[in-house]
Nanobody, 123 residues
Framework: QVQLVESGGGLVQAGGSLRLSCAAS????????MGWFRQAPGKEREFVAA????????LYADSVKGRFSISRDKANNTVYLQMNRLKLEDTALYYC????????????????WGQGTQVTVSS
């Protein structure tokens, strides 16, 4: 059974940075892709970023382009989301997700989900 465990969330001032981690276990992660999604209070969950395990190709939501960076450590089956120049509107519960196929922004395309880590940006 695949397990995804997020960490690294917390409280940060606007303009600051955080790095989220997602540790994956339970299967081989030489293929497929990983994604980060987020859900703010009262809003639907939305796509943030995704990366392919093999080639490292990436996708980003327009709202985070130039501020967030997704990367992966294949040796440790871990995916990171470096978040810089954080804004109040980045406040949300951030989820890590995994799928066995290539990159997609669609939530329904992901087979496995973590429990989420809270990111709160204050003014």
């Amino acid at each position: 059974q695949v397990q995804l465990v997020e960490s690294g969330g917390g409280l940060v001032q606007a303009g600051g940075s955080l790095r989220l981690s997602c540790a994956a276990s339970g299967r081989s992660f030489n293929s497929g892709s990983m994604g980060w999604f987020r859900q703010a209070p009262g809003k639907e969950r939305e796509f943030v970023a995704a990366i392919s395990w093999s080639g490292g190709s990436t996708l980003y939501a327009d709202s985070v382009k130039g501020r967030f960076s997704i990367s992966r450590d294949k040796a440790n089956n871990t995916v990171y989301l470096q978040m810089n120049r954080l804004k109040l509107e980045d406040t949300a519960l951030y989820y890590c997700a995994a799928r066995t196929l290539g990159l997609t922004t669609l939530q329904r395309g992901y087979n496995y989900w973590g429990q989420g880590t809270q990111v709160t940006v204050s003014s």
